[in-house]
């Protein structure tokens, strides 16, 4: 079973599942979303509005990577061959605290299960205003040092006229397995520095060199998001499938997506026994009058 809890001030309204610590609804007071909704029907994360990633973000090709002469092993954790987004996100989480504007909520790995990891995660989620604020932390609770990554996953409506400004410095092309392929630099249809629209193909490209900041505009319900990422989320990932419309994700990530694989455990951040990764974003709404 599953458990809601509300949020809401002034200015916004949010609703989290406790399975898969997951934001299903995120909305303004007069009803324009900024986050996508949850449909009614049977809960799903992979249909919510947002949720974590760790101890690793997105695909671990093959499934393994050693680290100081010893290997170690994933177990697939969906339907598809390689482990993906983590545990968080499919797993019950407890609220450690809530108020109107406030939760805390914490999940406990003590033993390995599908990764080798052993940890405590906690993820705040506060509304300030015209402000949602997303925290995440993990800490390793293990005995040895491993490779952990965070990030968040957050489905954002898509119509239209929806732009998107994400500055960044490269790209990765996609390869078979929705994995990443080469590093190169952004193609112009893709190249969010200025205000851009979806290009009409499909989008599941890491973007690299990114300084944090993004800003959503959709001018049918004159509404604007400015994301705000903490330094330790350098790089997003943009997804947007070709055979739904109705959505697109930017993904704050601390690693490229199978940077196991790629470049090996180095390029996560290596835990020892009690130290902790963590890093926040934030969404701030507003009018928005500029549909240029």
Request: hydrophobic share 40%; proline share 8%.
């Amino acid at each position: 079973m599953h458990g809601f809890v509300e949020l809401e001030n002034d200015c916004l309204s949010l609703r989290l599942s406790t399975t898969g610590g997951a934001v299903v609804d995120g909305h303004t007071r007069d009803g324009r979303r900024f986050l996508r909704r949850h449909d009614d029907g049977a809960f799903d994360v992979l249909r919510s509005a947002c949720f974590p990633l760790f101890p690793i973000g997105n695909r671990v090709e093959g499934n393994g990577f050693e680290l100081a002469g010893k290997s170690y092993r994933f177990k697939p954790n969906t339907a598809e061959p390689n482990y993906i987004h983590g545990d968080g996100w499919l797993a019950k989480w407890n609220v450690a605290d809530a108020s109107a504007t406030h939760v805390r909520l914490v999940f406990e790995q003590p033993r390995p299960v599908n990764s080798p990891h052993i940890y405590r995660a906690v993820q705040t989620i506060t509304l300030d205003g015209a402000t949602v604020t997303l925290a995440l932390s993990v800490t390793n609770r293990g005995d040895e040092t491993l490779p952990f990554g965070i990030g968040f996953h957050p489905y954002f409506p898509r119509t239209e006229g929806t732009r998107i400004i994400a500055p960044a410095a490269a790209w990765w092309s996609e390869r078979e397995g929705y994995l990443p392929g080469v590093r190169t630099p952004i193609p112009d249809s893709a190249d969010f520095a200025t205000p851009r629209r979806l290009p009409r193909r499909r989008l599941n490209n890491c973007f690299e060199g990114w300084s944090g900041q993004a800003r959503i505009i959709w001018p049918e319900v004159k509404l604007a998001a400015d994301i705000a990422a903490d330094p330790v989320f350098s790089r997003y990932m943009l997804y947007a499938p070709e055979d739904d419309a109705s959505f697109f994700c930017l993904e704050p990530m601390s690693h490229t997506p199978n940077a196991l694989a790629l470049a090996g455990p180095d390029a996560l951040h290596l835990l020892a026994s009690d130290e902790t990764l963590a890093g926040a974003f934030s969404i701030t709404v507003s009018d928005c009058e500029d549909f240029q």
